[in-house]
């Protein structure tokens, strides 16, 4: 079974890789969703829409999480990915 960094990771590339893909075809909604959720996932956004702000990466640690928080993290992102490559087939 793979870690939980091994997940983020992984998660993290196949945004980076659907941000990618949603690029070079030009559907820019999807792709700065990804960077979207690849900013969350990070760190980078606090607050939720409004009043958004920068944090320091190293204020963010998955190890502070709870095992269900970190399986809806992880349930959520692959949900958005299975979303933004769906569309990026039609």
Known sequence: MKNQNEI???LLEDLEETY???TEKGNYSAALKAKELIGKE???FEGGKKGAKITSLKEMDLK???????EQLISTLQEVISQME????K
Do not use: H, N, P, V
């Open 42 to 44: 990070m760190g980078f």
């Open 8 to 10: 983020r990771e992984k």
């Open 64 to 70: 502070t999480l709870s095992d269900q928080d970190l």
């Open 20 to 22: 990618i893909r949603a």
């Open 86 to 89: 769906t569309e990026l087939e």
